[in-house]
């Protein structure tokens, strides 16, 4: 009997990728993924005196197993959903083999089977172990035949549910486990409360935490967590204000989520720096805090890399930087002092081409007016705080681009130090005009620091006149008088204003460069209960400027003494915490289970440390004062194969454009979106670029500044799975730069179908029921389906090149 080893369960595309050393020779032994393919194993060399090597040959291995079993699942689907599960059986054996296919389940198992009239399916038997066991009956020729069964089911349940399948011939047998994803319907919402634990002062702290979810957060979609990140930043102080005598690590949140810190796509050049610049923040504080481990170097290495080189597709021809590369009509002057300024940052841990350094700052030198000073902006300015309304470019632009010459040293050079005090002059003569511009103001005042200015206690002095400070020992500035935002937690969205935290982190820069800590304190406690769950903020420009003034803090502030005990306290649920300096940078988190009981939150020991409690839920219903409009219009096509979204999208404050504007929009459960379609999208007026996401179900567009005049375009998908009752599909339509204003909406298929309908298969004629063992059999006459070829297996793989070896296998 060639019965199976157990479920498949190695999945990969790639299984092996490594340096060898210089004898000449290896040999490499593993086991090969589960993967139904050939693997091609090439080699190349480097000497350096000989250069480079290439194997002349590559080797072949052809992964197979005469009979195996394969299930055809979606990316995801929501609860309640009615889809059909296909089984694909594919037989490489010389003869015919009668096989029986079996769905595992159990009362926890997350999903119903369900008959043809649309109910749940009844188990025949109580008292019967196998009670819960749905099963097909199948006849598979041989010589590489495969046929497919259907099992119909629905999810009943949130999170990841297990499919277990087992399929049995008397000659032959195979198993597989894979998890489908099953999600609530309606529009995820996200809440953070972030807490500093003080224990510099006393001995214990005790906090209770509501988590407000509101009346009609959708059933069975909350979750919450309470995640204890390590330690906070404070410093020696004896003064009015008591402060901590501790320590500090204020960058846990952000060593535990480095590549995922702003949940937003990342398709145009000033997005894809959120992958880039957190890394350089973060290397430079372990660095200086000496604790700069092998693996968390690592990792932010990796993603530095990658992210400049990613960036570097998005270079003009002019030596610029723009959010989409040539696509746009010129480069962007402030986008290419943003990127330049973090590729020099960069140039202490990675290589960074020092010729595109110098040919990025002489375009940033061109774009400078010979009379006043000021930097021109002739590119997309899709940050509209950053533009500030002038002709010119505005005070803030040139303000940005001066302190990336001033950053950089820059300064330094003669041919530049005409230029750069002219645009400082320019700075200057216009302090009091931006007076009551707080975004200005604070962008101004710290370039005016790093110049040593002689007008940079002026600056400060008039920041400093806009201060906001709380009660809870936090100071921050807002850029609207009177601007305060409550945390309404009822709202769809609450972050605070991208523009507040960059205001605030601006002024923390300019602190730290004074050395003040006491002041820079009371903005680290506000900018740290700002964050996301992630660490990060609302978008791409006020977290890379959050993180680096808060690690500048962090850099000056870290000490390494301090022990502290936590419990948390869910209903009748505990759970305890200990944060030493050993694992200050290590996430501990614990998953609440009593939703609707209050957290309680006690610690003791000695210093300040950072926690977060995080929540979420679903909701169904839209928001009303919508500063977007789109109308939908769904057509099918193909017998309903094919659908067409017809999407018409627009800014609705009279007289206002909005910042850059993107969509996220979802395919309905069963349906991908067609990738061929992308590049008829970019030819619209105002659509920058498409792209998809999660398996083709996710279409991510991004826009220029939107304002009354609607853009249209269509969305295309196709059906490549037979889900019936189908949810709501959503789609969300924000500005970048202010997320909170955005529209959430959804849209439906017309024509209302059945599973039965859908999928004639999934029911078949002929029924057998064992009383006697509570099982149910159905005989299925299903239809030819595409072959696949391969098996697992172990592969030993010598490999004789030059020198250095460096070894891939690829899926062909």
Not at 351 to 369: C, G, H, M, R, S
Not at 481 to 491: I, L, P, R, S, V
Not at 730 to 745: A, G, H, I, R
Request: glycine residues 6%.
């Amino acid at each position: 009997l060639n019965y199976f080893n157990g479920p498949i369960s190695i999945i990969s595309d790639r299984f092996y990728w490594c340096f060898f050393s210089e004898t000449g020779e290896a040999v490499y032994e593993a086991t090969v993924p589960d993967t139904i393919t050939s693997w091609v194993a090439s080699a190349f060399a480097i000497n350096d005196e000989t250069g480079l090597g290439v194997a002349p040959s590559t080797s072949k291995l052809t992964v197979f197993r005469p009979f195996f079993i394969r299930l055809n699942i979606p990316y995801s689907v929501k609860r309640g959903e009615k889809f059909a599960l296909q089984v694909l059986i594919f037989n490489y054996m010389d003869t015919e083999q009668d096989v029986t296919v079996t769905l595992k389940h159990d009362d926890g198992a997350g999903f119903d089977f369900l008959q043809k009239d649309g109910t749940s399916k009844k188990p025949l038997s109580k008292d019967s172990k196998s009670k819960n066991y749905n099963m097909r009956l199948i006849s598979v020729p041989g010589g590489g035949v495969s046929k497919a069964v259907y099992f119909p089911i629905v999810p009943t349940q949130i999170g990841e549910v297990k499919l277990s399948v087992v399929a049995q011939s008397a000659k032959a047998g195979d198993a597989v486990e894979q998890r489908l994803k099953v999600e609530p319907e309606g529009y995820r919402v996200d809440r953070n409360i972030p807490m500093i634990i003080d224990l510099s002062e006393k001995t214990a702290f005790s906090k209770e935490i509501d988590l407000q979810y509101p009346h009609d957060a959708v059933e069975g979609s909350k979750r919450a967590r309470v995640d204890i990140i390590g330690q906070f930043g404070f410093i020696d102080g004896s003064h009015m204000h008591k402060f901590c005598k501790s320590s500090g690590d204020i960058m846990g949140p952000i060593l535990a989520n480095i590549d995922a810190l702003v949940q937003m796509p990342y398709g145009c050049g000033e997005q894809n720096m959120i992958n880039f610049v957190p890394n350089i923040v973060v290397l430079r504080y372990l660095k200086a805090t000496k604790r700069a481990g092998a693996q968390i170097e690592a990792k932010a290495l990796k993603y530095m890399e990658s992210g400049y080189q990613r960036e570097l597709t998005y270079r003009r021809d002019d030596n610029s930087f723009s959010a989409f590369g040539q696509q746009d009509k010129h480069g962007s002057t402030w986008l290419t002092a943003f990127v330049v300024r973090s590729f020099k940052q960069a140039q202490s841990f990675i290589f960074v081409d020092d010729q595109i350094l110098q040919k990025t700052f002489a375009f940033l030198n061109a774009q400078q007016e010979q009379e006043n000073g000021a930097f021109a902006e002739r590119g997309e300015v899709h940050h509209k705080d950053m533009q500030g309304g002038a002709a010119e470019g505005g005070v803030p632009l040139t303000a940005y681009v001066f302190i990336a010459f001033l950053e950089n040293g820059r300064k330094k050079h003669e041919h530049l130090q005409v230029k750069n005090d002219k645009a400082q002059h320019y700075l200057e003569q216009h302090l009091n005009e931006i007076k009551d511009d707080v975004y200005a103001l604070a962008v101004v005042t710290y370039a005016l620091h790093l110049a040593k200015s002689t007008k940079k206690s002026e600056a400060l002095k008039m920041l400093e006149a806009h201060k906001i400070e709380d009660t809870d020992g936090s100071a921050h500035w807002t850029a609207k008088a009177g601007g305060e935002k409550a945390k309404d937690t009822q709202q769809y969205f609450y972050q605070p204003r991208p523009v507040d935290v960059e205001i605030s982190s601006y002024a923390l820069l300019t602190y730290m460069l004074n050395d003040d800590k006491e002041k820079g304190l009371p903005i680290v406690r506000w900018l740290s209960s700002q964050r996301n769950a992630l660490g990060g903020f609302s978008s791409t420009q006020d977290t890379v400027m959050a993180l680096q003034a808060l690690g500048a803090y962090a850099e000056k502030a870290y000490s390494p003494t301090f022990n502290v005990s936590i419990i948390v306290k869910s209903g009748a649920d505990n759970e305890q915490f200990e944060v030493t300096p050993e694992n200050a940078i290590v996430l501990q988190s614990y998953e609440i289970s009593s939703l609707d009981e209050p957290l309680q939150i006690e610690a003791k020991g000695n210093g300040v440390i950072f926690a977060q409690a995080q929540y979420s839920y679903y909701r169904v219903a839209t928001k009303d004062d919508m500063p977007f409009y789109c109308t939908k219009d769904v057509r099918e096509v193909h017998g309903g194969n094919r659908l067409q979204l017809d999407l018409c999208c627009n800014y609705t404050k009279p007289g206002q454009r909005s910042n850059m504007a993107v969509a996220e929009v979802s395919a309905l459960t069963g349906y991908r979106f067609d990738g061929d379609e992308i590049g008829r999208l970019t030819d619209i007026a105002d659509l920058q670029r498409a792209e998809l996401d999660k398996e083709d179900t996710k279409m991510n567009l991004y826009f220029n500044p939107l304002g009354s005049t609607p853009v249209c375009l269509s969305l295309f998908s196709d059906m490549v799975y037979q889900v019936a009752d189908q949810k709501p599909a959503q789609m969300v339509l924000f500005d970048y730069y202010d997320p909170e204003q955005q529209v959430k909406s959804s849209y439906s298929a017309k024509q209302v179908r059945s599973l039965q309908d859908a999928c004639p298969d999934c029911w078949p004629s002929v029924e057998i029921n064992d009383e006697g063992s509570g099982m149910t059999a159905t005989r299925a006459d299903a239809s030819n389906a595409a072959t696949i070829t391969a098996t697992s297996g172990v592969l030993r793989l010598g490999v004789l090149s030059l020198l250095i070896h460096f070894l891939t296998l690829t899926v062909v």
